[in-house]
């Protein structure tokens, strides 16, 4: 069975190769003989011819003509060996370049190769001293070690996601801020007056750490941000959250030269001070855990994923206008004064359970794109034993200040099962999208409620649990919280 060539495959070449012999030594010498004999057989043919004429002028000429010949086959060998050597020359010449042209590129991958292990290994030297200078107990050198690691990952893209892990990894080291109330306290010793230096310190060396982050995830306001201010609750417009001016879409066209794009952050456990990321931009953000001391703000940010579970805000924190397109989950945060949403966009799943808003809590104009859970979503919401026999939702987040939810949107699930609002709490012009459920299972509104605005369909019960209201008019011993009767 013969195996032909598939089409379009065309078999190797091998006819140049064949012919190659021609212009060797022996290859010339053949050609020049074949063209003798040739000649040579044409001479004796002619010259019995010439011996066969019939008067000696036919001779004669026929001589000539012999003669003529001769030197033509002569001359026509010599050609022919000149051209094959010509040839010969030129192939020759040619395999030279071709050789010469190949040294050329291996020499220049070479080089190549050389630089890029070179550059390589000198990335590598200053990495690792980078890394061995942030690990130094004088902070001068720790200093030293995060400058020297931000000029390496700015000069080497495929470094930043490297070194800013062990920027975040710096962070995420055990921290205590010691610090020395002179009113109450006695002049420190020498002992105590070391540990404050050291705290301060270590503390000037975090700052630059975290300053580094955020200088790099930065990329500045495409316009003004939208100021909470400038919209008072009473005689507001109705606008659209999803669309709200001061929620930032992501940089423009012109990216700062400092940024480091599509950076994810690890800061999990850690303690941040004055923490102050407005108008970032980052792929994904991991504040696990997180103790934010002093007031903290993430403005105008855009983040992929972000996770603030069982986070810590000492003061108060700032998330106005920021563009949340992956899932955020809040649960566990607590909140120790006031925090800020005004205009914020939560495009995936977000998650507020058990959160602790110790302080006021503006909500208005949120976005929420998919389900948002402020509690439970399940028709049964369990409980967990407190101190003595109270027992409260085991998933409800805590309002123990006002809440304000105005032109708050709901395009998804909404859970505030086993929620607690314990301040005033408005839900002016919020708007829940057609079909979409709230639940507000064991959802509970203690106390007396006389500047609440609750949606329509809702109402405070006598047991001040939050339940939808029924489609026929509430009963009397279950009186609306708008009835000077609830208020009372």
């Given at each position: 069975m013969?195996?032909?060539?598939?089409?379009?495959?065309?078999p190797?070449?091998?006819?140049?190769s064949?012919?190659?012999?021609?212009?060797?030594?022996?290859?010339?010498?053949?050609?020049?003989?074949?063209?003798?004999?040739?000649?040579?057989?044409?001479?004796?043919?002619m010259?019995?011819?010439?011996?066969?004429?019939?008067t000696g002028?036919?001779?004669a000429?026929?001589?000539?003509d012999?003669l003529?010949?001769?030197?033509?086959i002569?001359?026509g060998a010599g050609?022919a060996a000149?051209?094959l050597?010509a040839?010969?020359?030129?192939?020759?010449?040619?395999?030279?370049?071709?050789?010469?042209?190949?040294?050329?590129?291996?020499?220049?991958?070479?080089?190549?190769?050389?630089?890029?292990?070179?550059?390589?290994?000198?990335v590598?030297?200053?990495?690792?001293k980078?890394v061995?200078?942030?690990?130094?107990?004088?902070?001068?050198?720790?200093?030293?070690?995060?400058?020297a690691?931000?000029?390496?990952?700015?000069?080497n893209?495929?470094?930043?996601?490297?070194?800013?892990?062990?920027?975040c990894?710096y962070?995420?080291?055990?921290?205590?801020?010691?610090r020395?109330?002179y009113?109450?306290?006695?002049e420190p010793?020498?002992?105590?007056?070391?540990?404050?230096?050291?705290?301060?310190?270590?503390?000037?060396?975090?700052?630059?750490?975290q300053?580094?982050?955020?200088t790099?995830?930065h990329?500045?306001?495409?316009?003004?941000?939208?100021?909470?201010?400038?919209h008072?609750?009473?005689?507001?417009?109705?606008?659209?959250?999803?669309q709200?001016?001061?929620?930032?879409?992501?940089?423009?066209?012109?990216?700062?030269?400092t940024?480091?794009h599509?950076?994810?952050?690890?800061?999990?456990?850690?303690?941040?001070?004055?923490w102050?990321?407005?108008?970032?931009?980052?792929?994904?953000?991991n504040?696990?855990?997180?103790?934010?001391?002093?007031p903290?703000?993430?403005?105008?940010?855009?983040f992929g994923s972000a996770s603030?579970?069982?986070?810590?805000?000492?003061?108060?924190?700032?998330?106005?206008?920021?563009?949340?397109?992956?899932?955020?989950?809040?649960?566990?945060?607590?909140?120790?004064?006031?925090?800020?949403f005004?205009g914020?966009?939560?495009?995936?799943?977000?998650?507020f359970?058990?959160?602790?808003f110790?302080g006021?809590?503006?909500?208005r104009?949120v976005?929420?794109?998919?389900s948002?859970?402020f509690g439970?979503?399940r028709?049964?919401?369990?409980?967990?034993r407190?101190?003595?026999s109270?027992?409260?939702?085991?998933?409800?987040?805590?309002?123990?200040d006002?809440?304000?939810?105005?032109?708050?949107?709901?395009?998804?699930?909404a859970?505030?099962?086993?929620?607690?609002f314990?301040?005033?709490t408005t839900?002016?012009?919020?708007?829940?999208?057609?079909?979409?459920?709230?639940?507000?299972?064991r959802?509970k509104?203690?106390?007396t409620?006389?500047?609440d605005?609750?949606?329509?369909?809702?109402?405070?019960?006598?047991?001040?649990t939050?339940?939808?209201?029924?489609a026929?008019?509430?009963s009397?011993?279950?009186?609306?919280?708008?009835?000077?009767?609830?208020a009372?």
């Open positions: 013969s195996i032909e060539p598939s089409a379009g495959r065309t190797p070449a091998r006819s140049s064949k012919w190659l012999w021609l212009i060797s030594d022996a290859g010339i010498a053949t050609a020049v003989l074949t063209v003798l004999t040739l000649g040579a057989a044409g001479v004796i043919w010259w019995h011819l010439a011996g066969d004429a019939a002028a036919e001779q000429k026929l001589e000539l012999l003529k010949f001769a030197f033509g002569l001359a050609a000149a051209l050597l040839i010969r020359r030129q192939r020759q010449t040619e395999t030279a370049h071709e050789l010469t042209e190949k040294q050329h590129q291996l020499s220049q991958r070479t080089q190549a190769h050389t630089e890029t292990d070179a550059a390589a290994r000198r590598t030297d200053l990495y690792a980078g061995e200078q942030i690990g130094s107990d004088k902070p001068s050198v720790r200093l030293g070690g995060l400058y690691l931000e000029r390496l990952a700015q000069d893209p495929g470094q930043r996601q490297t070194i800013v892990n062990v920027i990894a962070l995420r080291m055990p921290y205590t801020r010691v020395f109330d009113r109450q306290q006695e010793n020498a002992a105590e007056q070391q540990e404050i230096r050291e705290s301060e310190q270590e503390l000037q060396v975090r700052l630059t750490a300053q580094i982050l955020i790099h995830l990329v500045g306001p495409p316009e003004e941000p939208d100021d909470p201010d400038d008072p609750d009473d005689d507001q417009q109705d606008r659209d959250p999803s709200n001016a001061g929620a930032w879409a992501g940089p423009g066209p012109h990216r700062p030269p940024l480091w599509n950076m994810a952050l690890d800061l999990s456990g850690a303690t941040l001070v004055s102050s990321s407005e108008y970032c931009l980052a792929a994904a953000v504040f696990d855990r997180c103790q934010f001391l002093e903290a703000s993430f403005t105008g940010s855009q603030f579970d069982t986070a810590r805000f000492a003061a108060s924190a700032r998330f106005v206008s920021v563009a949340f397109t992956g899932s955020a989950d809040f649960g566990d945060a607590s909140f120790g004064a006031s925090v800020n005004f914020s966009r939560f495009h995936a799943f977000a998650d359970r058990r959160a602790k110790r006021q809590a503006d909500l104009e976005f929420f794109g998919e948002v859970m439970q979503h028709r049964r919401v369990r409980t967990i407190a101190r003595g109270q027992t409260r939702p085991q998933w409800g987040a805590v309002f123990s006002t809440a304000d939810f105005n032109r708050c949107r709901f395009d998804g699930l859970g505030f099962g086993g929620a607690e314990g301040g005033a839900f002016t012009g919020a708007g829940i999208a057609e079909g979409k459920e709230v639940f507000l299972g959802a509104a203690p106390g409620r006389q500047h605005d609750w949606p329509a369909s809702w109402r405070i019960g006598s047991d001040a939050l339940v939808e209201r029924p026929a008019m509430p009397a011993d279950t009186p609306d919280v708008e009835q000077p009767a609830a009372e």
